[in-house]
């Protein structure tokens, strides 16, 4: 199963094309906890550029676009995915690093002011644990 997490803020009324932008360190010093090379995100890059960075731990590989503005980050995207090949696998283990992605969302989410998405709801005002059913 493959789920996707996204955090972006509302783009504004009065130019919904122009998507509006996340503090670039903000950004940056939120997920350098889970994703060391974030660090490298603290440089400028061309507006609609995306770096990708990987994350896998035993039961979850995770995949992040972090898309660049004018001089933040317009959204920040999450693919993860289950890496347990055995049915049998370890649940709890599945649940403690979707814990860890799910929370470094959130907290960019708030950190930021932006919308918290996981496969198209908008889980940014739902308690933690129902964004975290979402995900098993």
Same mark, same amino acid.
């Given at each position: 199963m493959s789920?996707?997490?996204a955090v972006e803020l509302a783009r504004p009324w009065w130019a919904p094309w122009r998507p509006a932008e996340m503090d670039r360190e903000t950004v940056v010093s939120t997920l350098e906890p889970l994703l060391e /090379? @974030?660090?490298g995100l603290r440089r400028a890059a061309a507006p609609g550029s995306v770096?990708?960075?990987n994350w896998d731990g035993?039961?979850?590989?995770?995949?992040?676009?972090v898309y660049s503005g004018g001089s933040g980050i317009t959204r920040v995207s999450v693919d993860m995915w289950e890496e347990r090949n055995r049915p049998d696998g370890p649940a709890d283990e599945y649940l403690? /690093? @979707?814990v860890m992605v799910l929370r470094r969302m959130r907290e960019l989410a708030r950190a930021?002011?932006?919308?918290l998405f996981i496969d198209e709801g908008d889980f940014?005002?739902?308690?933690?644990?129902?964004a975290l059913d979402a995900l098993t």
């Amino acid at each position: 199963m493959s789920w996707m997490i996204a955090v972006e803020l509302a783009r504004p009324w009065w130019a919904p094309w122009r998507p509006a932008e996340m503090d670039r360190e903000t950004v940056v010093s939120t997920l350098e906890p889970l994703l060391e /090379e @974030a660090a490298g995100l603290r440089r400028a890059a061309a507006p609609g550029s995306v770096d990708e960075l990987n994350w896998d731990g035993r039961c979850v590989g995770t995949q992040w676009s972090v898309y660049s503005g004018g001089s933040g980050i317009t959204r920040v995207s999450v693919d993860m995915w289950e890496e347990r090949n055995r049915p049998d696998g370890p649940a709890d283990e599945y649940l403690d /690093e @979707a814990v860890m992605v799910l929370r470094r969302m959130r907290e960019l989410a708030r950190a930021t002011g932006a919308r918290l998405f996981i496969d198209e709801g908008d889980f940014t005002d739902a308690p933690f644990e129902n964004a975290l059913d979402a995900l098993t």
